[in-house]
């Protein structure tokens, strides 16, 4: 049997007001919960038990996904009653793994979206005989991530986490967050502790000789910390750039979904998704957005690139750009919000209180 363990603890500070009642893998993404992409695509690798590392908001999960029979698979949760980080959460689900000791177990950061071959990065830790294989991505700009370089066997010689200056630029490939674990290495790390991966786990195994096999995968990648990273991910699951199997309809430039009401000459494109009970009003223009459940959008309102959380309103004419608003929020007509702006759950914005003049 392939397992595998999801973190999903997080509390997603960054994401906010987005997970203020909402963990971070619960916030829909492209018309469903994001976790259910990472759990559908790793069903389709062959994963069959899965074991979820909860935290924040820990009582919405097995509500919604059960015993996970309906996408396949054999889900257990366990939650940590004090936050554990990456390496302590993982050490606090051992005891919910069927794994032998030389088994192979699959961990995923909740937090990604990508196109990772999965297979591949299982068949890597097979045929290198690695204690953990981590998979790797290159990145432009690599000063916000860990670093790993690798020697030309793949094999991982370090680990330098967020350099700032060119000399500690070593490489461009960065930890990706989707790691093979030996069942056994799992039990090496302290319990009943905050431990990271990054930080403790990782360097430690490669201190004390460990073999850490990197598998360098450049396909789509997407760290989904910051709200607008989140918009372009579920964006860019409705037009078919970031692969799932869970997107639940066809993909193309909108994607609206039973219950939605659109007026016939709104416009949708760029990967819009509007949910089950939201409406949207006569020549209304969406364009890269997220329209959540029972949300409205009035009547010549324009929308790009912003994510509209359930139940809010957003008034006719209202221009919003790069925008989140929270749940239950209401934007009166005529207000006009720019990149950046944040609008938080519940809050009301009265008819034109935000007015950006021509000549800005």
Same mark, same amino acid.
């Given at each position: 049997?392939?397992?595998?363990?999801?973190?999903?603890?997080?509390r997603?500070?960054?994401?906010?007001?987005?997970?203020?009642?909402?963990?971070?893998?619960?916030?829909? =993404?492209?018309?469903?919960?994001f976790?259910?992409?990472q759990l559908a695509?790793? /069903?389709a690798?062959g994963? %069959?038990?899965?074991?979820?590392a909860?935290?924040?908001?820990?009582e919405?999960f097995?509500?919604?996904?059960g015993?996970?029979s =309906?996408l396949g698979l054999?889900?257990?949760?366990?939650?940590?009653?004090?936050?554990?980080?990456t390496?302590?959460a993982?050490?606090n689900?051992?005891g919910?793994?069927?794994?032998g000791?030389?088994?192979?177990v699959?961990?995923?950061?909740?937090?990604?979206?990508?196109?990772l071959?999965i297979?591949?990065?299982?068949?890597?830790? /097979?045929d290198?005989?690695?204690?953990?294989?981590?998979?790797?991505s290159?990145?432009e700009?690599?000063r916000?991530?860990?670093?790993?370089p690798?020697?030309?066997?793949?094999r991982?010689?370090?680990?330098? %986490?967020?350099?700032?200056t060119?000399e500690?630029?070593v490489t461009?490939?960065?930890?990706?967050?989707?790691?093979?674990?030996r069942?056994?290495?799992?039990d090496?790390?302290?319990?009943?502790?905050?431990?990271?991966v990054?930080r %403790?786990?990782?360097?430690?195994?490669?201190?004390?000789?460990a073999?850490l096999?990197?598998?360098?995968?450049?396909?789509?990648?997407?760290d989904?910390?910051?709200p607008?990273?989140?918009?372009?991910g579920s964006?860019d699951?409705?037009?078919?750039?970031?692969?799932?199997p869970a997107v639940?309809?066809?993909l193309?430039?909108?994607?609206?979904?039973?219950?939605?009401?659109?007026?016939?000459?709104a416009?949708?494109?760029g990967?819009?998704?509007?949910?089950?009970?939201?409406?949207?009003g006569?020549?209304?223009?969406?364009?890269?957005?997220a329209?959540?459940?029972? =949300?409205?959008?009035?009547?010549?309102?324009?929308?790009?690139d912003?994510?509209?959380?359930?139940?809010?309103?957003v008034?006719?004419r209202?221009?919003?750009?790069?925008t989140?608003v929270g749940?239950?929020?209401?934007?009166?007509?005529?207000?006009?919000?720019?990149?950046?702006a944040?609008?938080?759950?519940g809050?009301?914005l009265p008819?034109g209180a935000?007015?950006f003049?021509?000549?800005?």
């Open positions: 049997m392939t397992e595998a363990i999801l973190l999903v603890g997080g997603g500070t960054r994401l906010r007001p987005l997970t203020v009642n909402t963990p971070k893998p619960m916030v829909p =993404a492209a018309g469903v919960p976790l259910t992409h695509r790793a /069903r690798a994963v %069959e038990h899965v074991v979820l909860t935290s924040y908001l820990a919405v097995e509500p919604y996904f015993d996970g =309906a054999h889900l257990e949760y366990v939650t940590e009653r004090e936050p554990l980080g390496g302590g993982i050490r689900v051992a919910h793994l069927r794994s000791p030389d088994d192979p699959l961990i995923f950061n909740g937090d990604i979206l990508t196109g071959d297979p591949a990065l299982l068949a890597t830790h /097979r290198s005989g690695a204690d953990v294989s981590l998979h790797l290159r990145v700009d690599p916000a991530f860990g670093l790993v690798t020697d030309p066997d793949g991982v010689l370090a680990f330098l %986490e967020k350099p700032q060119p500690e630029i461009d490939q960065i930890n990706a967050g989707a790691y093979v674990f069942r056994s290495v799992i090496t790390i302290p319990a009943g502790r905050p431990v990271s990054e %403790e786990t990782f360097p430690d195994l490669l201190a004390a000789g073999h096999q990197g598998m360098v995968d450049s396909t789509y990648w997407l989904l910390g910051t607008q990273a989140f918009v372009r964006a699951l409705v037009l078919g750039r970031a692969p799932s639940p309809g066809r193309g430039e909108s994607l609206v979904l039973p219950g939605a009401s659109v007026a016939p000459d416009k949708l494109s990967g819009t998704v509007v949910c089950a009970g939201a409406v949207v006569a020549g209304a223009h969406l364009h890269g957005s329209v959540l459940a029972d =949300a409205r959008i009035g009547p010549g309102a324009q929308v790009t912003s994510y509209v959380g359930p139940g809010a309103r008034g006719a209202t221009v919003l750009s790069g989140v749940d239950g929020a209401d934007i009166g007509p005529d207000n006009e919000l720019h990149p950046g944040r609008v938080w759950c809050a009301v008819a935000v007015r003049s021509s000549d800005q």
